[in-house]
């Protein structure tokens, strides 16, 4: 059976669905980051409720703490987190790579240190797919090597050909480890490049070509200017085959996960709503804000006034300023909750654009709006 359909199109836009073993996911998607198998200040039902059907936890962090072979134990990090739904666990590239003074790259995998306690580790492509698989999720990404911005070219195809040899060694321990769970994980390559385009596809092609359930693009949103980002993904999308889910991982800014719609993307993660929430920022239909301004000490009206979550509908702006200058935890995790919906919101009004053929217009107004003002 396959577990990609697509349902329709407005130009390089796609509304999709993507079949787990932990039920269906409508894309374009956007999933909420649990790092540490948490989503900050929320719980599994306030997640549900709000319309997430997807999360995203990160192998690296949860093999260093508290260890997959006790969340396998436990019965997966289903069971162990109390989150029903699909979950997707990226393999800790990135995480590895950001540990640049505590890691020691070779062709068979990193040697690092961790940043909790100092202990030595090593990731190979193969002990990553152990790591996953024991974790139980339903979304499997492969080892890479990533590379931050700038980076020159010869560091970057170096990238590139660990990252290649990587995913076909991940793939064919994928294949060979026995299934645990009663449901099938789903395995998805990444793709780098940097910003150098002819890397950017040769990498793209031979990652599509080994055969894997997803397609992820790695290495953007690294500090790279945003034309290079478009460029990057426009590079890759024309190689990537349109019968698999494109996943652009760790991106962004609500204005650029409707931009990367309109290339095509039907993925998306990102910590900003909950980092930003934390922070006091919070997201609406005409732009992003700070709750601890002066502007909005007596101000009796919602965060967003469109917006359907209980922060909006039960609280103040007056209110959930006074929680944040008191330092209380309500007033995290309102933010929190707020962002949170406003990016599910988002995405599923940019399904619905698509459905209904209007994506370039619709995309236009919310981006109007959104833009008009900021404080």
């Avoid at 690296?60 to 162990?80: S, T």
């Avoid at 990252?163 to 998805?188: G, V």
Wanted: a negative charge; aromatic letters at 10%; glycine letters at 10%.
């Amino acid at each position: 059976m396959s577990t990609f359909k697509l349902i329709a199109t407005d130009k390089s836009a796609r509304l999709c669905r993507l079949i787990t073993g932990h039920g269906e996911i409508d894309t374009p998607c956007f999933m909420p980051v649990g790092t540490q198998g948490t989503v900050k200040a929320m719980t599994p039902y306030e997640l549900e409720a709000i319309g997430a059907r997807i999360v995203l936890y990160n192998a690296y962090h949860l093999y260093l703490r508290p260890g997959h072979e006790l969340i396998r134990d436990a019965g997966g990090l289903h069971a162990f987190t109390g989150w029903p739904r699909p979950i997707l666990t990226d393999s800790g590239g990135y995480q590895v790579m950001s540990l640049a003074e505590l890691r020691q790259v070779d062709p068979e995998g990193v040697t690092f240190r961790s940043h909790i306690d100092g202990s030595l580790h090593r990731f190979t492509p193969e002990r990553v797919m152990e790591i996953e698989i024991a974790l139980g999720s339903d979304l499997i990404m492969t080892f890479d090597e990533c590379v931050i911005y700038p980076a020159d070219h010869a560091d970057a195809a170096r990238a590139c050909r660990l990252t290649a040899d990587w995913a076909r060694r991940a793939r064919k321990a994928f294949d060979s480890i026995p299934d645990p769970w009663s449901y099938r994980q789903l395995l998805f390559g990444i793709s780098q490049g940097s910003v150098y385009r002819d890397l950017r596809r040769e990498n793209s092609r031979e990652i599509a070509e080994i055969g894997f359930d997803g397609l992820a693009i790695g290495g953007l949103s690294v500090g790279e200017p945003r034309e290079l980002t478009w460029q990057a993904l426009s590079d890759t999308l024309e190689v990537f085959p349109p019968e698999q889910p494109r996943y652009l991982m760790g991106m962004g800014y609500p204005d650029e996960i409707v931009a990367a719609v309109g290339y095509g993307v039907d993925m998306f993660d990102c910590v900003l709503p909950t980092r930003l929430g934390r922070n006091g920022t919070f997201f609406t239909r005409t732009g992003r804000f700070t709750i601890t301004n002066a502007r909005f000490t007596r101000d009796e009206n919602p965060l967003d006034p469109a917006c359907d979550c209980d922060a909006c509908r039960r609280f103040s702006r007056a209110y959930i300023r006074h929680l944040h200058m008191a330092g209380e935890i309500l007033g995290i995790r309102l933010t929190t909750l707020h962002n949170l919906r406003f990016y599910l919101y988002l995405v599923e009004s940019i399904r619905g654009a698509i459905e209904a053929g209007n994506y370039d217009i619709w995309s236009k107004g919310f981006l109007e709006r959104f833009r008009m003002g900021e404080g």
